[in-house]
T-cell receptor
């Protein structure tokens, strides 16, 4: 069966520090991968998605970036964190659609607090 | 741009009763999908139910059912026989057919009173 792992679960970082959140998927090949952010009391906002290694689409311009160095690995990064980067970050994956919708499966999330 | 609106920030219901959560959306597309996700205190996002826009029949999953009104762009979730474990944030979401992303509403916090 497929599983998605996301870490760390909780992270406290000072303003201006770098960030690296990692997400890996097991049990499937060539998944679509997604990074979402959930601000307090709000819905999820798609930040990035990837349909293959090295292929990243950005939905919201900001000081975050994403990379996909391996087929089942998706990394969210920042060189300098801002206070506004605080939130709950969720990674998700879906199988290739091939004309049929494939549901997204979410990880457990990372709560990021910027001090 | 597609938008999803949940006008009820909070709802509460007595255990074993029925509750309906509202969702409206705006789109110019004809083929799309609608979803309800549940986010319990553990924060994990769990797919509750989905509806394909081309299907006239409302989707049903055990105690969960939807009322899909395509012309009105309305997609409400009905939870029957509410259980304590149903307490969570519920998010309505939309996706264009063939697209890679979900657009979420703001969420409705559902409380179940014993």
């Amino acid at each position: 069966s497929q599983t998605i792992h996301q870490w760390p679960a909780t992270l406290v970082q000072p303003v201006g520090s770098p960030l690296s959140l990692e997400c890996t998927v097991e049990g499937t090949s060539n998944p679509n991968l997604y990074w979402y952010r959930q601000a307090a009391g709000r819905g999820l906002q798609l930040l990035f998605y990837s349909v293959g290694i090295g292929q990243i689409s950005s939905e919201v311009p900001q000081n975050l970036s994403a990379s996909r160095p391996q087929d089942r690995q998706f990394i969210l990064s920042s060189k300098k964190l801002l206070l506004s980067d605080s939130g709950f970050y969720l990674c998700a994956w879906s199988a290739l659609g091939q004309g049929v919708y494939q549901p997204q499966h979410f990880g457990d999330g990372t709560r990021l607090s910027i001090l | 741009a597609q938008t999803v609106t949940q006008s009820q920030p909070e709802m509460s219901v007595q255990e074993a009763e029925t509750v309906t959560l509202s969702c409206t959306y705006d789109t110019s597309e004809s083929d799309y999908y609608l979803f309800w996700y549940k986010q319990p205190p553990s924060r994990q996002m769990i797919l509750v139910i989905r509806q394909e826009a081309y299907k006239q029949q409302n989707a049903t999953e055990n105690r969960f059912s939807v009322n899909f009104q395509k012309a009105a762009k309305s997609f409400s979730l009905k939870i029957s026989d509410s259980q304590l474990g149903d307490a969570a944030m519920y998010f309505c979401a939309y996706s264009i057919q063939g697209a890679q992303k979900l657009v979420f509403g703001q969420g409705t916090r559902l409380t179940i009173n014993p």
